[in-house]
C-alpha cells in the first residue's frame, strides 16, 4: 500500500488482522501473527531496542523466556494456518528429504514410519518444541515422533523403538550381539553368497546375493524421484576378478556365484612381454604377503590391556635379530621393500645386529662427489687440476608408527639401539672405537657397510601418545607414556666401499637379497 503523504507515521498503514484488508481482490492474509504496538516515546530506552539485556543464564538475556513464547506461538499459527499453504508445504519438504536419504539399519520404529521415510518422521511440533526451548541450551530432534527420544542413560534398542523416536545406530549394532552375523546386513550377504543362499531382507532392504545387478535395494533414497521409486546400490562393473588379462576366448562364462564379484577365491593373470603368466592367489594378498595387521579388523576382544592381535604388525613386534650379515628370517620381516639396518659387533665375528622398522620412507638421496686439487702457474691463465679422491653419503628420512600396543615398546627399544650405535663402544681394554653399520634399502642397497654420522628423532604434532591406562583407568606397567609416531630425519650414512672405487664401479646394488641381478 503507497504511503498517503510524506507526513504519514507508518501507523495508519493496514496489515490482514480480523476483517481487516490486505490482499488484491479484498482478502486478508491473517498475518502478521503476533502484533505489538509501536513504541510511543522513542526516548524511553525500556521500549526501544529491548533484547534483554546481554547473555548470562539464559541465551537472549532475560527477555528470552517471552520471546520464546513469541516464537512458539507464531510458528504454530504459521503451521496450522487455514489461509496459508506456508506451513504445509514446511512439514511436506522435511518428510521428502528425509524420505530421500540414506536408509540405514537404524531406519526402524513408528519413528521412520516403518523405515518408509528413512531419517524419521517429521512433525511440526519438534521445530514449536524447539522454539520453546531453545534459550535453555536444550536440543531435541528434528526428526521422530517424539522429539525427546532415545532420552535417558542409554536406553535399550526395545525401549528406542517404543518410545516412538529416533533409534541410535550404534544401539542397533550393540543389540545384534551374538546375531550379528544374521541381522547386519552386509554380514547376511556375504554369507549368503558363501553359502549359495538367498538372504532374508532385513529392515525392507532387498540383498541380492545370486542375481540381479544391485548389491541390496530399498524403497525411498537418493536413487529416488522426489521419494517415488527405489534406490539401488550396484555392483561393480569389473567383478569377474578371474577374467582379468585373459582374452576373450579364455574368459570363463560366470557362475551363479560370480556375477556380483564375490569369488572366494580367485587368480588374477598378468600378461608378460616374455610369454608367461603370473597367478596371485589369496595367499599372496598382501596382508599376509608383508604380515602387517590389520588394525580396522573386527574381533571380539574388548580389553586394553591385552590388546588386538589382529592389528599385530610383526615387522613392529620383531625383536633386534643377531646374525650373520644376510638376514635369514625375511619371511616375517619382509616389507614391499626390503629395509633394514644392522650394526655390527665389534668382535671381529662379522656378525652383525639387525632392526627392521615398518616404515614410510620420506626423503632418500645418493650423492657422489670427487676432489680436484688446483695449481696455477705464473704467467698462464689457465688452472690445471690434479684428480686427489671420491666421496659418497647418503641420506635419508622415514616415518615409523606403532599401531597397536603390542608394538609400541619393540619399536622404542629399536630406536633406542639405533642411536645408541652413534655413541662408543670400548675395547676389554678400556679404549674407546666406533661402530659400523650395514643398511639395506630394497635392492639399491644390500648390506652396504658403512657408518652413521647423525640421525634425529621428531614427534610430530598430529602424532597420538599413549597414555598407559589399563581397563580400569589405573596405570598399566606393559606399556609406556610415549608417541605413536616417530620421524626420522638427518639419517647421513657414508659408505665403506667393499670395491675400488673406479670407473664402471658398481655403487647401486641391483640386488635382490641374496641373488645378485646385475
Known amino acids: 500500500m503507497p504511503l498517503i503523504n510524506l507526513k504519514t507515521d507508518l501507523k495508519s498503514l493496514k496489515f490482514g488482522v480480523g476483517t481487516a484488508?490486505?490482499?488484491?481482490?479484498?482478502?486478508?492474509?491473517?498475518?502478521?501473527?503476533?502484533?505489538?504496538?509501536?513504541?510511543?516515546?522513542?526516548?524511553?530506552?525500556?521500549?526501544?531496542?529491548?533484547?534483554?539485556?546481554?547473555?548470562?543464564?539464559?541465551?537472549?538475556?532475560?527477555?528470552?523466556?517471552?520471546?520464546?513464547?513469541?516464537?512458539?506461538?507464531?510458528?504454530?499459527?504459521?503451521?496450522?494456518?487455514?489461509?496459508?499453504?506456508?506451513?504445509?508445504?514446511?512439514?511436506?519438504?522435511?518428510?521428502?528429504?528425509?524420505?530421500?536419504?540414506?536408509?540405514?539399519?537404524?531406519?526402524?520404529?513408528?519413528?521412520?514410519?516403518?523405515?518408509?521415510?528413512?531419517?524419521?518422521?517429521?512433525?511440526?511440533?519438534?521445530?514449536?518444541?524447539?522454539?520453546?526451548?531453545?534459550?535453555?541450551?536444550?536440543?531435541?530432534?528434528?526428526?521422530?515422533?517424539?522429539?525427546?527420544?532415545?532420552?535417558?542413560?542409554?536406553?535399550?534398542?526395545?525401549?528406542?523403538?517404543?518410545?516412538?523416536?529416533?533409534?541410535?545406530?550404534?544401539?542397533?549394532?550393540?543389540?545384534?550381539?551374538?546375531?550379528?552375523?544374521?541381522?547386519?546386513?552386509?554380514?547376511?550377504?556375504?554369507?549368503?553368497?558363501?553359502?549359495?543362499?538367498?538372504?532374508?531382507?532385513?529392515?525392507?532392504?532387498?540383498?541380492?546375493?545370486?542375481?540381479?545387478?544391485?548389491?541390496?535395494?530399498?524403497?525411498?533414497?537418493?536413487?529416488?524421484?522426489?521419494?517415488i521409486g527405489k534406490t539401488n546400490i550396484p555392483f561393480s562393473s569389473e567383478r569377474t576378478m578371474g577374467n582379468l588379462g585373459r582374452s576373450e576366448s579364455e574368459i570363463t562364462p560366470p557362475t551363479p556365484l560370480e556375477p556380483n564379484g564375490f569369488i572366494k577365491t580367485h587368480t588374477i593373470q598378468h600378461s608378460r612381454p616374455s610369454g608367461y603368466k603370473v597367478g596371485y592367489t589369496d595367499a599372496k594378498a598382501i596382508d599376509q604377503r608383508i604380515n602387517r595387521g590389520d588394525p580396522g579388523k573386527r574381533n571380539d576382544n574388548v580389553s586394553y590391556t591385552i590388546g588386538n592381535n589382529e592389528a599385530l604388525d610383526k615387522i613392529n613386534t620383531s625383536d633386534i635379530t643377531k646374525g650373520s650379515p644376510t638376514p635369514t628370517d625375511l619371511d616375517v620381516r619382509n616389507d614391499l621393500v626390503k629395509f633394514s639396518i644392522g650394526i655390527l659387533n665389534n668382535d671381529g665375528n662379522g656378525n652383525s645386529r639387525y632392526m627392521h622398522f615398518r616404515s614410510f620412507i620420506d626423503s632418500f638421496d645418493d650423492s657422489y662427489s670427487a676432489d680436484w686439487g688446483e695449481t696455477q702457474y705464473v704467467g698462464r691463465g689457465d688452472k690445471f687440476y690434479n684428480?686427489?679422491?671420491?666421496?659418497?653419503?647418503?641420506?635419508?628420512?622415514?616415518?615409523?608408527?606403532?599401531?597397536?600396543?603390542?608394538?609400541?615398546?619393540?619399536?622404542?627399544?629399536?630406536?633406542?639401539?639405533?642411536?645408541?650405535?652413534?655413541?662408543?663402544?670400548?675395547?676389554?681394554?678400556?679404549?674407546?672405537?666406533?661402530?659400523?653399520?650395514?643398511?639395506?634399502?630394497?635392492?639399491?642397497?644390500?648390506?652396504?657397510?658403512?657408518?652413521?654420522?647423525?640421525?634425529?628423532?621428531?614427534?610430530?604434532q598430529e602424532s597420538t601418545w599413549e597414555i598407559g591406562i589399563d581397563d580400569n583407568g589405573d596405570f598399566d606397567p606393559t606399556v609406556k607414556e610415549l608417541a605413536h609416531m616417530i620421524k626420522v630425519t638427518g639419517f647421513t650414512f657414508i659408505p665403506i666401499e667393499d670395491q675400488l672405487p673406479q670407473l664402471e664401479s658398481k655403487f647401486i646394488a641391483l640386488s635382490n637379497g641374496s641373488t645378485d641381478l646385475y
Open 21 to 227: 484488508s490486505d490482499r488484491p481482490g479484498g482478502g486478508f492474509s491473517n498475518q502478521p501473527y503476533i502484533i505489538k504496538d509501536i513504541p510511543s516515546d522513542s526516548s524511553d530506552p525500556s521500549n526501544v531496542f529491548n533484547t534483554g539485556g546481554t547473555d548470562s543464564l539464559l541465551r537472549g538475556g532475560l527477555m528470552a523466556p517471552i520471546k520464546a513464547v513469541n516464537d512458539v506461538s507464531r510458528l504454530t499459527q504459521m503451521f496450522f494456518d487455514t489461509r496459508s499453504p506456508n506451513g504445509l508445504l514446511f512439514t511436506a519438504k522435511q518428510n521428502l528429504l528425509s524420505r530421500t536419504s540414506v536408509k540405514t539399519e537404524a531406519s526402524i520404529g513408528p519413528g521412520t514410519a516403518g523405515g518408509t521415510v528413512n531419517q524419521g518422521v517429521y512433525l511440526p511440533t519438534s521445530t514449536i518444541a524447539q522454539a520453546g526451548v531453545g534459550f535453555l541450551g536444550a536440543h531435541g530432534n528434528l526428526l521422530g515422533l517424539n522429539p525427546l527420544s532415545p532420552g535417558g542413560n542409554n536406553p535399550s534398542l526395545s525401549d528406542q523403538i517404543s518410545n516412538a523416536g529416533l533409534v541410535k545406530y550404534e544401539s542397533v549394532i550393540t543389540d545384534q550381539g551374538d546375531d550379528f552375523e544374521e541381522k547386519n546386513r552386509l554380514v547376511s550377504l556375504f554369507n549368503a553368497i558363501e553359502t549359495n543362499t538367498t538372504p532374508f531382507p532385513i529392515n525392507g532392504t532387498t540383498l541380492n546375493a545370486n542375481a540381479g545387478t544391485s548389491i541390496m535395494q530399498y524403497s525411498g533414497g537418493p536413487g529416488s524421484i522426489l521419494g
Open 387 to 460: 684428480y686427489k679422491g671420491f666421496n659418497r653419503q647418503i641420506n635419508m628420512g622415514w616415518t615409523t608408527y606403532a599401531q597397536s600396543k603390542q608394538e609400541l615398546i619393540p619399536m622404542y627399544k629399536k630406536l633406542n639401539f639405533l642411536a645408541s650405535s652413534l655413541a662408543p663402544d670400548y675395547s676389554s681394554g678400556g679404549f674407546m672405537r666406533g661402530n659400523l653399520a650395514r643398511l639395506t634399502v630394497g635392492g639399491y642397497l644390500y648390506n652396504q657397510l658403512g657408518i652413521i654420522k647423525s640421525i634425529t628423532y621428531t614427534i610430530p
